[in-house]
């Protein structure tokens, strides 16, 4: 486990992206397509960066990332591609939603990999992630252009059936994923919902 956890850390370090999570999204991305050339991502618990700097490089100069964090961030974007507007907000501000409509009224995708601090107790962190996810949920909903793309970690537990059911009447297609990257004992998943009906 260790030499696979090397080989994330190492390749994101040579690839000059701050996090090995880079590679749970691009895995996605090459799957599934997510964003394209020229399109606007909001990134939600963004810090240190990997995720927005790997949706710009895809999306290109004529797109658009927000990175939202409750961390300060201020990773560079890489050369050819899209602006990066870092914010160091609170996902749970209710003025948040009207700020972003101000950067941009509507994203064709909203990504979300924040993550509550762990407890190390397994139904405290499942309901703290839960309640990230929920919020990250509104966003989508409220942010997202119809047919637009949804992925959010959580961990594992009692309410995620629940939610993954919840979202099946949102999107015309909801997947469950474990990416290759992701440690084999942790409890994180990712739940894509595609084509948001608006």
């Known amino acids: 486990m260790r030499k696979v956890q090397d080989y994330y850390f190492k390749k994101a370090k040579k690839e000059k992206y701050p996090a090995r999570s880079v590679f749970k999204l691009e895995e996605v991305q090459g799957k599934y397509r997510i964003f394209r ?3 606007a991502v909001l990134d939600l618990g963004c810090h240190p960066g990997s995720w927005s700097l790997y949706a710009s490089k895809v999306v290109g100069p004529k797109g658009l990332v927000v990175g939202v964090d409750l961390q ?3 990773s560079e974007p890489k050369e050819s591609g899209a602006i990066i507007h870092w914010l160091c907000r609170d996902i749970m501000d209710p003025e ?11 994203f064709k995708a909203v990504i979300s990999d924040i993550a509550p601090k762990t407890m190390g107790n397994r139904w405290a962190d499942h309901q703290r992630s839960m309640r990230l996810v929920e919020q990250s949920l509104d966003f989508a909903e409220k942010l997202l252009h ?17 939610f993954v059911a919840r979202l099946k009447p949102r999107f015309n297609f909801v997947k469950v994923i474990k990416p290759q990257s992701s440690r084999k004992e942790s409890r994180e998943v990712f739940v894509l919902g595609m084509e948001y009906r608006k």
């Open 37 to 39: 050339r020229g399109d």
């Open 72 to 74: 300060e961030t201020t």
């Open 96 to 106: 948040l939603i009207s700020d972003l409509r101000k950067i941009r009224p509507a």
């Open 146 to 162: 119809p047919k637009g793309h949804y992925l959010c970690k959580l961990f594992q537990g009692e309410e995620m059936p629940e």
